[in-house]
């Protein structure tokens, strides 16, 4: 059952009906996460990769195609899952540790357990000492740390990031994405993550799914082999560049990107 | 001859100038309006004097204050009645308010009736439908409180409504990824979320409700202190007319600050509640 994938998404497509006529967003697309494995949704703007995410956590209908997580099809909201927008969408009226904790009390997963926790995951990326400050007196990458905290705090087999650094500073974003390949490597759990930067992609995941522009289809899956943990000075190895440089190609021959 | 740089001498001067800057802040915030006040009465008591403008035209604020100081108890008493009247108003309208948001929100069927009326019953003016309210339910308490109670609602709906229908849909994803019950949900997130607009609409009614009080009272009452203001202007006193007019104000201005008093309670973490004026937070 293990070697079967976790999250299998099979010809899923996604039309929307506007007054313009029908718009493609997702078109025949299909993809698979192991148990455990890091894999990133990459594309330009507009590629649906959001919407793809949004689907596979249940939040969207698709329109047609099928997406499964462990074993069972997806038609309502998934609840085994942390997820991680853009945006931290943190509650103004709760301290960054009450933040934190509104996962777990959705749950049910109250008492001291489920405080020790929380402590212990915002230690873990460096929140110890702002538990009880308001998002308002947070930075940016703090607000963003204490989303994925509490997309952690209740053990999720499955974690969705949509762009999640995409909002923050270059500095900030390499300290995330360090402290998330740390987080990952202790925990293994299943993750989706959506992003459009190459290297961010290349550097955390065992598997990357490139997208073509507008309709979303699958353009490559790239096995990722660096070893692990990987460092920041390792993007300017030989090795992470032939990654980047084969994504680029990609983009470029799309016409994603251009030149001259 | 340069001094050598101390950081820490720095530091402590930035700080304590802040420290100065936020007690004069706070010090000048309550002593400016009343020096402001000060110095137009004093004007006002000059160019009076000084012009010789007859009382009944406009009296000096001297001949006021002994009017507010020897008729207190009747200005207290009218104030009373109008006080009372303000207050059931006022509960009326978020007891009937908050539930009508609640189901526009909820319910579009409902919306889609309602709304049209709601919008129809502000459309008609109230000083109009005052004189019926006389007719049907005569001088006594309770047509003053319906007429501030109709011109006081509407800003509590509409404020609700919008206050509740502006939240992300991302909180909703977050709430239904989380398997947050409905009720939850509601008292979690849409709620608090929509406070701040509410309050906006609880603090525009309270000023209205004062409003709908003194009109009731126009059209036919036989106490409360739009009762008193037109016995006044009748007699021609027209610095009771004045004391009258300050006795109002002095209502209206203390339910104000009860109503903000309480949102500074309720949602301490919101901007309305930290910063009053732009830059400054009081």
Redesign the interface.
């Known amino acids: 059952m293990d070697d079967e994938a976790f999250v299998r998404v099979d010809r899923l497509s996604k039309v929307y009906a506007t007054r313009d006529g029908p718009v493609r967003a997702l078109d025949r697309v299909s993809l698979s996460a192991h148990r455990g494995e890091f894999v990133s949704i990459l594309g330009p703007s507009g590629c649906g990769k959001s919407t793809l995410m949004?689907i596979v956590?249940g939040?969207l209908p698709a329109s047609a195609g099928l997406v499964t997580v462990a074993g069972r099809p997806v038609t309502s909201?998934?609840?085994d899952?942390?997820?991680v927008?853009q945006?931290p969408?943190l509650?103004?009226?709760r301290s960054a540790l009450g933040n934190v904790l509104?996962?777990a009390?959705?749950?049910r997963l109250t008492g001291a357990a489920a405080l020790a926790r929380a402590r212990r995951l915002m230690e873990a990326v460096g929140l110890s000492g702002f538990e009880n400050r308001?998002p308002?007196e947070l930075s940016g990458g703090m607000r963003q740390r204490v989303s994925l905290c509490r997309a952690l705090i209740h053990d999720p087999a499955q974690l969705l990031m949509d762009e999640p650094f995409g909002a923050l500073d270059a500095l900030t974003r390499d300290q995330m994405v360090v402290d998330l390949q740390r987080l990952w490597n202790e925990r293994r759990k299943t993750v989706l993550f959506i992003t459009h930067s190459v290297a961010e992609a290349v550097f955390l995941s065992d598997r990357v799914v490139v997208m073509t522009p507008r309709p979303g289809r699958v353009e490559r899956v790239l096995d990722i082999g660096l070893p692990r943990p990987r460092t920041l000075a390792m993007r300017e190895t030989p090795e992470f560049i032939a990654y980047t440089r084969q994504i680029l190609e990609l983009f470029l021959a799309r016409g994603v990107l251009k030149e001259g | 001859m340069t001094e050598p740089l101390d950081i820490e001498a720095v530091e402590a001067r930035l700080q304590e100038a802040l420290v100065r800057r936020a007690v004069r802040a706070r010090a000048t915030a309550v002593l400016y309006p009343i020096l402001v006040a000060a110095a137009l009465a004093l004007l006002w008591e000059i160019g009076s004097r000084v012009l010789h403008i007859p009382t009944f035209l406009v009296p000096a604020p001297s001949s006021v204050v002994s009017v507010l100081g020897g008729k207190a108890h009747v200005l207290v008493r009218h104030g009373w009645t109008s006080t009372q009247e303000i207050v059931l108003g006022y509960v009326l309208s978020i007891v009937v308010g908050i539930p009508l948001a609640l189901g526009i929100y909820f319910w579009p069927p409902f919306a889609r009736s309602v709304y049209p009326l709601l919008v129809s019953s502000q459309a008609v003016p109230k000083t109009a439908i005052a004189p019926v309210f006389v007719v049907w339910f005569g001088f006594g308490l309770l047509p003053k409180v319906l007429i501030a109670f109709l011109i006081a609602f509407f800003p509590i709906v509409i404020n609700t409504v919008i206050g509740l229908a502006s939240l992300?849909a991302?909180?909703i994803?977050?709430?239904?990824?989380?398997?947050?019950g409905p009720l939850?949900t509601f008292f979690?997130?849409r709620l608090?979320?929509a406070l701040p607009s509410i309050f906006g609409g609880l603090k525009i009614a309270i000023t209205l409700a004062v409003v709908g009080a003194v009109v009731g009272e126009f059209v036919g009452a036989d106490a409360g202190l739009g009762h008193l203001l037109l016995e006044a202007n009748g007699a021609m006193d027209t610095p009771l007319l004045f004391a009258g007019l300050v006795g109002l104000t002095v209502i209206g201005v203390v339910f104000f600050l009860l109503i903000e008093t309480a949102e500074r309670l309720a949602?301490p973490?919101?901007?309305s509640s930290r910063t009053t004026f732009k830059g400054e937070s009081l």
Do not use: C
């Open positions: 949004m956590a939040l909201p998934i609840t899952v942390g997820i927008f945006n969408v509650l103004d009226w509104l996962q009390e959705a749950r308001y308002h | 992300e991302e909180k994803y977050l709430a239904r990824s989380m398997a947050m939850s979690k997130i608090p979320h949602i973490w919101h901007v």
